[in-house]
Every structure is written in structure tokens, then in C-alpha cells.
């Protein structure tokens, strides 16, 4: 059974770091592209990053173009997502997703003073 | 960027309806065009992907078409499960990009 679970979300002031991990099971992870995508509360999806299996080419969405970056083990099965100056507008929920339909439960990133 | 355009972003319907959601790309992106459904709390499930396909133990009621620009899912008989919001997304080209949601309430 395919299993994504998200963990590192929490309260963060605005301007800081926070490094979001997600943890795969039940599939041969680095042969997949892995994605995160999130979701502010009451809002609609949206796309934030692009990882592929290799973990050599990656995309990323304007809005947090030179303050995220993604990244990969494939030894240890995991994909991170590390978020630097963060905003308020940041505030979501952050999920991993193996596209298309293997999405993990999503962890809470709020950031706030 | 494509820009997904969903209509209507709210809907009330009645158990036993059909409801039709339509959802436009600003450019072509031809069958590469799936469709999901959110309950508050969760996840998107995947309903349809590759526009028309219906994902393996989603009922037979949901259905998906279109092609190009213009895409519809439709619900041909609602039941008290399927009020939630849904999304179409496509996997065309990077970025990807969401519609911005269809509502789906009781009447």
C-alpha cells in the first residue's frame, strides 16, 4: 500500500526557515517524480514544487522561487521541502503527492508573529 | 502559466441530480486533464485523469470530457457522499496548475 506522511509543520515567525519531510512506503520511491502541493486555510489547491525521480531537474512555482528548494533521498525513501523567509501568505497546508493519486494527509504550516 | 478557469465555484444540487462542473485551460493542453474531489480535512481523491478515465473504485455516476480547452465532469445522480468541493488540474506542462474549485452544496 502506497504511503506518503508529511511532518515538520508548525507556528513559525515571519522571515524564518522551516524544512517540511515526507516519508514514502509501499512503492519503489526512486522511480517516481514527487510533487508538493498546498492548500491556505479555505483556499483552493495549489501547485509550490517538482522533483524528478533522480532528483536532478526541479521546478518550482513563482510565488516561492528562490526562497524554497526541494530535495530528495532516495536511500532513506523521503523527499523534503526546505522553506526559507517565510511569508503570512505561506500559511497552508503543505501536502506530498506522487501524481496522481497517491497524496499524504498534509502537515500545517502557519506563519505568524 | 496555464490558467485553469473552473464554473460555477458554487452549486447547489439535491440528492438525485445531475450536476455537470466545467473547467477551461487558457491554452491547449489535450487530454492531459484530471479531476479531483475534496472533503474538508482530506486530501484530493483522484476521480479522473486523462480527461475521460474513470479511476479504478470511483463509482460509474462520475464521468469526464473534453479535450483542448474545454472539459466537464459530470455526476449523473448525486448522492449525500459526493457533496464536496472539486478540482480539475492539468499535468500538461509544468507549472501545474488547479482550477480554483466547485462548491458543491445541498440544496
Known amino acids: 500500500e502506497v504511503q506518503l506522511v508529511e511532518s515538520g509543520g508548525g507556528l513559525v515567525q515571519p522571515g524564518g526557515s522551516l524544512r517540511l519531510s515526507c516519508a514514502a512506503s509501499?512503492?519503489?520511491?526512486?522511480?517516481?517524480?514527487m510533487n508538493w502541493v498546498r492548500q491556505a486555510p479555505g483556499k483552493g489547491l495549489e501547485w509550490v514544487s517538482y522533483i524528478s525521480s533522480s532528483g536532478s531537474t526541479m521546478y518550482y512555482a513563482d510565488s516561492v522561487k528562490g526562497r524554497f528548494t526541494i530535495s530528495r533521498d532516495n536511500a532513506k525513501n523521503s523527499l523534503y521541502l526546505q522553506m526559507n523567509s517565510l511569508r503570512a501568505e505561506d500559511t497552508a497546508v503543505y501536502y506530498c503527492?506522487?501524481?496522481?493519486?497517491?497524496w499524504g494527509q498534509g502537515t500545517l504550516v502557519t506563519v505568524s508573529s | 502559466a496555464i490558467r485553469m478557469t473552473q464554473s460555477p465555484s458554487s452549486l447547489s444540487a439535491s440528492t438525485g441530480d445531475r450536476v455537470t462542473i466545467t473547467c477551461r485551460a487558457s491554452?491547449?493542453?489535450?487530454?492531459?486533464l484530471a479531476w479531483y474531489q475534496q472533503k474538508p480535512g482530506k486530501a484530493p481523491k483522484l476521480l479522473i485523469y486523462a480527461a475521460s478515465t474513470l479511476q479504478r473504485g470511483v463509482p460509474s455516476r462520475f464521468s469526464g470530457s473534453g479535450s483542448g480547452t474545454d472539459f466537464t465532469l459530470t455526476i449523473s445522480c448525486l448522492q449525500s457522499e459526493d457533496f464536496a468541493t472539486y478540482y480539475c488540474q492539468q499535468y500538461y506542462s509544468y507549472p501545474r496548475s488547479f482550477g480554483q474549485g466547485t462548491k458543491l452544496e445541498i440544496k
Open positions: 503527492a506522487r501524481w496522481l493519486q497517491f
Open positions: 509501499g512503492f519503489t520511491f526512486s522511480s517516481y517524480e
Open positions: 491554452q491547449g493542453i489535450s487530454s492531459y
